[in-house]
């Protein structure tokens, strides 16, 4: 079904040629304007689209590089693959319901590895320190860091430290490495996304970012929501157990859902149509986002995924996420389509249909 096609009482070359026209205007990437950085380059939506490609992958091109995944896949003499993801961490605060700027920095890294199908296995941190931070309250946070890591199976095996001048640094900044291998039958990309596809996620959506949001203090909004930050590699070794074809993983941090999905869309060169009824979304984080007007699309999560698996094993994956904690209300939200290619179209609940664009500005800066 395509919702942006011209009148067919056009003569049908001036439609062909419009319709030319959207297509091409739907496919193309955001381009970068700014003269200077401001906070919605770093919030994951159009903006941040723009930097990286018109500044960093411009002056890195290489073919590791260009599927502009989670993680690189990199290839190792035998056939073996590795996998290897980069992050950094500047949440404010440090601490907020249900976790801390530690448990973000290897949850955050591990899941881009599992993104791309990876078991991960090492991680590096480095961390730049402000002059004056608390020696008690760093080692706290080491503390949670050393605790995920070791839920998540992971080792950190290296890391750096810097200080920066008081003020410099809001206390505290983390960057994390992983590596991590990957199993040979496992071959995840939006090359494979095929329409008829079935579009999954794992959880309700927006939980972390409004959890940080209201931990600020600065909303005058009580609720208890908690991020849902958590690693995620073993949910996604159930879902291959159940579903060996899973086409592509995505989890849905900076910008939500909407964000991943019109990368999912435009990359692809397909459509994705997500039931609005169908999105599971917490009673209290619908609630905030009503108040604040913000679209829980485009809220972020750290400890969810998104999965397109294949038509005849979308039952058997949406059983196995539910049987596992972290998966518990996972929800089957809509389809893969051939047209219209490049768009994201939600089915309202009241039945008509709006399209669902990138995330456009940073209405909710430094969450992760």
């Known amino acids: 079904m395509d919702y942006t096609r011209i009148s067919p009482n056009e003569h049908p070359s001036r439609e062909d040629e419009v319709n030319d026209r959207i297509d091409a205007f739907r496919r193309r990437r955001p381009r970068l304007i700014d003269k200077v950085i401001t906070l919605a380059h770093g919030a994951g939506g159009k903006s941040s689209a723009a930097l990286v490609d018109g500044v960093f992958a411009e002056a890195f091109r290489n073919d590791a590089l260009a599927p502009l995944a989670d993680g690189a896949v990199l290839p190792l003499p035998g056939g073996e693959r590795l996998a290897m993801s980069t992050d950094s961490f500047v949440v404010k605060p440090l601490r907020f319901p249900g976790g801390s700027i530690g448990h973000l920095a290897v949850h955050g890294t591990v899941n881009d590895l599992a993104m791309v199908g990876a078991k991960p296995a090492w991680l590096s941190a480095a961390f730049v320190l402000e002059e004056g931070f608390d020696i008690e309250e760093l080692r706290g946070l080491v503390d949670d860091m050393a605790g995920a890591a070791r839920a998540a199976g992971v080792s950190i095996v290296t890391g750096d430290t810097k200080v920066v001048n008081r003020g410099a640094a809001d206390g505290l900044y983390i960057t994390t490495a992983g590596v991590g291998l990957i199993p040979p039958e ?55 157990e159940a579903a060996p074809n899973t086409r592509w993983l995505r989890d849905p941090t900076r910008g939500g859902l909407g964000t991943v999905c019109n990368e999912l869309a435009r990359t692809a060169e397909l459509a994705v ?55 518990e209300r996972a929800a089957l939200i809509g389809e893969v389509l051939a047209e219209p290619p490049g768009m994201v179209v939600l089915q309202t609940a009241f039945g008509g249909n709006r399209i669902v664009d990138m995330l456009v500005g940073d209405p909710l800066p430094r969450i992760c």
């Open 186 to 240: 496992r071959r995840l990309g939006t090359s494979n996304v095929r329409p008829g596809d079935r579009v999954l996620v794992s959880g309700t959506i927006g939980d972390h970012g409004m959890a940080v949001m209201l931990a600020r203090g600065d909303l005058a909004l009580e609720a208890d929501i908690r991020s849902d930050t958590a690693p995620l590699g073993e949910l996604v070794d159930v879902l291959f």
């Open 273 to 327: 149509l997500l039931d609005e009824l169908k999105l599971p979304v917490d009673r209290a984080v619908g609630g905030a986002c009503d108040l604040l007007g913000i679209d829980p699309l485009y809220v972020a999560n750290e400890g969810k995924l998104v999965a397109v698996v294949a038509p005849e094993e979308a039952d058997a994956a949406l059983a196995a996420m539910r049987s596992h904690p972290l998966g």
